[in-house]
């Protein structure tokens, strides 16, 4: 999985950016969350629907593989940490 499987845009409802898979999948977000322990990535909250994760900003990554970087709204800097996550998510 790569970046560039994703669509990204600025969120409507807050300040945040999110990326949206192009195409539908499902995480194993228990496996996910295990990988992103392992790389000292801040797990704030574990469900089988979503992680709320620390990595400089708070971000929620849910099942259907939707990313959600809060905090920022200015793409450069929200594509940046995205495309660390999707990499030590494999």
Known sequence: ???SDFVGKPCK???AFEFIPKKRIK???E???KRLKEKEV???IETPFLLILRMQVPI???QTGKI???ETNMEKDARKIAEKLVKIMG
Request: charged share 30%; no cysteine.
């Open 42 to 44: 801040f797990v704030e």
């Open 31 to 33: 496996e996910i969350a």
């Open 68 to 70: 959600l970087i809060k």
């Open 13 to 15: 409802s807050r300040v």
């Open 27 to 29: 995480l194993d977000l």
């Open 1 to 3: 999985m790569e970046l």
């Open 60 to 62: 929620t990554l849910f």
